[in-house]
């Protein structure tokens, strides 16, 4: 797939713990110069060196959409590999200032089941999969939504091929021309930090 993307990219991953979004976010960039890709886990660890919530969850995203716009305005692609549970912090990591970006939603499907057990081998328990219930929400609203299963190798690459020939195409559904623009940034930001405020009490 190299030199072959169409276009300038923000996709936003959202899945549970251990459903496979470091791993595409990794491959999409060892597999496209022009793509990058920024970790909310990483930073926040970086940071505060605590899970979330921790202490100053809106610096966290406020330093992702800063890392994000200065990426695309440098004409990479960025791809932003988080949980992304609830329909506020999606739209805000979805959001930008730059123009001309086509944005996609990568939501991914694993089964309970294998989810449980892949977090259990790793981690030694379930309560990150448990904390996740709780701030699940379906997608809503006009997001370009691309499904993504990986409940084992062979639904991983499956997806992984229809995935890279979306982005290959000259005429995908998930350019800006064809959907409407959601609520402006700012209100969106508003937003977010109302809810992030509600979360750490």
């Known amino acids: 797939m190299k030199d072959s993307v ?17 791993m595409l976010a990794q491959r999409l960039v060892a597999e496209n110069p022009n793509f990058t890709r920024v970790g909310v886990d990483e930073l926040r660890n970086m940071l505060f060196n605590e899970v979330p919530p921790c202490r100053d969850e809106f610096l966290v ?32 990591l979805l959001s930008t200032r730059i123009r001309k970006v086509n944005r996609m939603l990568v ?16 981690f030694g328990n379930a309560s990150a999969v448990v904390a996740w219930d709780k701030r699940w929400e379906p997608p809503v609203g006009s997001v370009p939504i691309f499904k993504f299963r990986s409940n084992n190798v062979e639904e991983f690459e499956a997806c ?27 209100e969106i930001r508003n937003a977010l930090k109302i809810f992030l405020k509600k979360r750490s009490k």
């Open 6 to 22: 169409k276009g300038l990219w923000n996709i936003v991953l959202s899945g549970y713990p251990k459903s496979g979004k470091t």
């Open 61 to 92: 995203y406020s330093m992702i959409a800063y890392i994000r716009d200065n990426l695309l305005g440098k004409a990479y692609s960025v791809v932003i590999d988080s949980t992304a549970p609830d329909n506020i912090t999606r739209s805000f």
């Open 107 to 122: 939501l991914f499907n694993v089964e309970r089941a294998v989810i449980v057990e892949r977090n259990i081998m790793l």
């Open 160 to 186: 992984y091929a229809r995935l890279r020939e979306l982005l290959k195409s000259e005429t995908h559904p998930f350019r800006p021309e064809f959907y409407r623009i959601p609520i402006p940034i700012k």
